[in-house]
């Protein structure tokens, strides 16, 4: 299992953004084999981790034609900076 950990301080987020973010949501589900995808905005930041089966699938997410014109717009105004991480989980337990 894999995790994308995109962490971002906000710019403009418009009505354009909100409409392409659960476009972008249910193609990585539908399409690509998302697992899981939580996001939480805090004032300037916001960070969201989506957990994958593989490398593979991140890959073509990544060279989305959708994904690739937000990216393009997230780039010009949605984001001020961003980072983004791609990690393996190596094991996962809880209470």
């Not at 299992?1 to 710019?11: L, P, Q, R, T």
């Not at 990544?62 to 393996?88: C, F, M, N, P």
Request: charged letters at 30%; proline letters at 0%; hydrophobic letters at 40%.
């Amino acid at each position: 299992m894999f995790a994308v950990i995109f962490k971002a301080e906000v710019g403009e987020q418009d009505q354009e953004y909100l409409d392409m973010a659960e476009k972008l949501r249910q193609l990585a589900f539908d399409k690509y084999n998302c697992q899981d995808f939580v996001a939480v905005t805090e004032g300037a930041q916001e960070i969201a981790i989506s957990y994958w089966q593989s490398e593979q699938d991140i890959q073509a997410w990544h060279k989305d034609s959708t994904h690739l014109i937000a990216q393009k717009l997230g780039r010009e105004k949605w984001y001020r900076s961003y980072s983004v991480q791609v990690v393996e989980i190596k094991r996962e337990y809880g209470g």
